[in-house]
């Protein structure tokens, strides 16, 4: 069965600084998917990445990018210039691609500190 | 800019009702799930629909709990009868092949 795990339940940063989140995973699985989610306290699940895993480029969306290291199962996010806006629950997640089944990580809470 | 669009918001019920969610996904978008998030923790799947057919219900407490997707559209889930413990987030998310899920703003059910 195919887990996500992610290690650090809650993290404090300044504004303006840089933080990552760390998230690994265990599957047999050869072709699949990974996200990282971000819910603002009592809003919508949003997506922040994606990074298919045939692809050995690390995915980056503006502020956001990721540490993709497939053989060692590891997906973290790197923050960088971090935002007040930036304060949520963030989720690491994990699709396969033979049947679309998507399987989440327990979420980092991320506090931005002014 | 398309949504998935999920009601109630919130729903209150007393323990041994019945209480029932409605979730409308995406256009074209065949995979529809179900999660269940209770507050401070990770969404745990509860059902997953590719069109009508269930893909996925391992974890769908089928003594309480139905889905159906009827049409392979719109989506409903039940819970007969409630439990305090049943008291969580719903959430409604779906996608199309080699995507990833989009999610509605879910319903918050609280079982007294």
């Known amino acids: 069965a195919q887990t996500v795990t992610q290690s650090q339940p809650e993290m404090s940063v300044q504004e303006a600084e840089t933080v990552t989140l760390s998230c690994t995973y265990d599957t047999s699985e050869s072709n699949y998917y990974l996200f990282w989610y971000k819910q603002p306290p009592s809003r919508q699940m949003i997506l922040v990445i994606r990074q298919e895993a045939y692809k050995q480029q690390n995915a980056t969306e503006n502020r956001f990018s990721v540490n993709f290291q497939k053989a060692a199962k590891s997906f973290s996010l790197k923050i960088s210039d971090s935002q007040l806006g930036d304060t949520a629950m963030y989720f690491c997640?994990?699709?396969?691609?033979?049947?679309?089944?998507?399987?989440f990580g327990k979420g980092t809470r991320l506090h931005i500190l002014p | 800019e398309a949504e998935v669009a999920q009601s109630p918001r919130y729903k209150i019920t007393e323990k041994s009702q019945a209480v029932a969610f409605w979730c409308d996904p995406i256009?074209?978008?065949?995979?529809l799930y179900w999660y269940r998030q209770i507050l401070g923790q990770g969404p745990e799947l509860l059902v997953q629909f590719q069109d009508e057919s269930v893909v996925d219900d391992s974890q769908l407490p089928k003594d309480r709990f139905s889905a159906e997707r009827l049409k392979g559209v719109d989506s409903t889930l039940k819970i007969q009868p409630a439990e305090l413990g049943d008291s969580a987030m719903y959430l409604c998310a779906s996608s199309s092949r080699d995507r990833e899920a989009f999610f509605g703003q879910g319903t918050r059910l609280t079982v007294v």
């Open positions: 997640a994990f699709r396969m691609n033979r049947d679309d089944k998507i399987i």
């Open positions: 256009s074209g978008h065949a995979t």
